[in-house]
């Protein structure tokens, strides 16, 4: 297994764990990622103009940080970002990238009373976003206040249950 494989299988069990946290009853991986979302959540029921809303996912995992001025910049493929900006898509969609330590036997420590899960995730938005002239990619800046965690996950949902963006 390639540390891509690695990187790609632990991201997708750190947003399950996570989602199980939060309360989000359904996660699916796509058969085909053909449109730039690697798993798909959904929050069944509660209330709004939008009941049982879905988020798709688009995720990545890296190890390499690069972070200025309270923001983390990410280089994305422009199939991706445009993919994730378009504002027609029926299911709203966000970037998930998650940051993990460069070793992978230190991604997870287990202790006897718990276990740690490193590092951490921050998401971002991108319906709406303009065109880009580059070819290959865009590198798009993630605020540091916008970390994936339970309650973001949830106020994610809240929105996306009103009739908005995430």
């Known amino acids: 297994m390639t540390l891509n494989d690695q990187k790609n299988l632990y991201s997708q069990a750190w947003l ?3 989602a199980s946290a939060a309360g989000v009853a359904q996660v699916g991986t796509p058969a085909i990622d053909d449109d730039s979302v690697d798993m798909t959540l959904k929050r069944t029921g509660g209330a709004g103009p939008c009941r049982s809303p879905h988020v798709g996912v688009q995720l990545k995992c890296t190890a390499a940080t690069q972070r200025a001025d309270d923001v983390f910049r990410f ?4 199939k991706n970002y445009d993919d994730l900006r378009d504002v027609e898509s029926h299911i709203p ?3 998930v990238v998650l940051y993990v330590p ?3 036997d230190a991604w997870i420590t287990t202790h006897p009373t718990h276990s740690e899960i490193r590092k951490c995730a921050y998401w971002l938005g991108l319906a709406g976003a303009p065109a880009v002239a580059n070819e290959h990619s865009v590198t798009v800046s993630i605020p540091s206040n916008q970390q994936l965690d339970v309650a973001a996950l949830r106020a994610i949902f809240d929105r996306v249950a009103a009739g908005g963006r995430p």
Do not use: C, R, W
């Open 102 to 104: 460069g070793a992978a």
């Open 16 to 18: 399950l764990a996570l």
């Open 75 to 78: 280089p994305l493929s422009i």
């Open 93 to 95: 969609k966000v970037l």
